[in-house]
């Protein structure tokens, strides 16, 4: 087993990690501070009596943005029957999203170009959502998985990600004062800079689930992975599109720059 860890654990970006400003790291610590999981409900209703910790994983690198070293954290349910193991999972939060400039500039790119979809955005993030939850899958069996190789014998490993299914996804900058001061972007300009993003619910019901069964393929080192997505509770689809969004709670010192409209972002 240790051989397989060390496959998709060890990694090396072969690069320096760049220095962040006092104001990135101000909003690091705030948003790695934040109480609130966009999801709550959907994640309440599936949990159970479950009791639900925080979970951190470090060094996890997305395909679009290899070079890139991410934090990420979510609130999760570990349930182990002997047997099997059951994770239940809400949504994620990026801790250290400043430290990727490709991810926070591909976000601006589409916001600040005026002939982007409406929508766009949306299916932007959900590719993100994609990508983040099948790391963090990754990382949950390396964490907690046991006895779990493919075949009759091996235990099962379940992972299932439950969260709101009619989203808005709001974006934020830092306040500058004076764009060409210490507390601006220090280039003269007034552009839009985006610091990050929150995800915020929609009037209307309905939840993503993302179930995915999980084995260890000893032969050939590697995880297999089955994995399906749906809408459970109420079909979100109609009353979703053109909805009103819950107002984004956000981290003191930044301003409001645009939210998305209102869509299913269940990611396939």
Do not use: W
């Not at 979510?74 to 059951?86: H, K, N, P, T």
């Not at 916001?111 to 963090?136: C, H, M, R, S, W």
């Not at 009103?244 to 930044?254: A, E």
């Amino acid at each position: 087993m240790a051989s397989f860890f060390s496959i998709f654990l060890l990694t090396s970006c072969g690069k320096e990690s760049p220095k962040l400003t006092q104001d990135e790291i101000a909003l690091n610590s705030i948003l790695s501070n934040r109480s609130e999981i966009i999801g709550d409900a959907c994640f309440d209703d599936e949990k159970g009596s479950c009791q639900p910790t925080k979970h951190v994983f470090e060094h996890v690198f997305l395909p679009d943005y290899p070079d890139c070293d991410l934090t990420v954290e979510i609130m999760a349910c570990v349930i182990d029957a002997g047997f099997g193991v059951e994770i239940i999972a809400s949504d994620y939060h990026i801790t250290n999203l400043t430290s990727c400039p490709e991810l926070l500039g591909d976000i601006a790119d589409l916001v600040l170009n005026e002939e982007t979809p409406a929508g766009q955005l949306n299916e932007f993030i959900t590719k993100i959502d994609y990508q983040v939850f099948t790391k963090l899958e990754d990382h949950f069996y390396a964490r907690f998985g046991k006895n779990n190789d493919c075949g009759q014998n091996g235990g099962t490993f379940v992972v299932e990600y439950v969260r709101t299914a009619c989203q808005s996804v709001c974006l934020y900058e830092l306040i500058q004062d004076d764009p060409r001061g210490p507390t601006g972007d220090g280039d003269g300009s007034r552009n839009v800079k985006v610091s990050g993003f929150i995800k915020t619910p929609c009037d209307t019901d309905g939840c993503c689930l993302r179930h995915t069964d999980i084995c260890y393929d000893p032969i050939h080192n590697m995880l297999v992975k089955t994995t399906s997505s749906n809408v459970i509770g109420q079909d979100p689809f109609k009353p979703c599109e053109g909805g009103l969004n819950d107002l984004p709670i956000l981290p003191t010192g930044y301003k409001l720059v645009s939210c998305s409209p209102c869509l299913v972002t269940c990611d396939q």
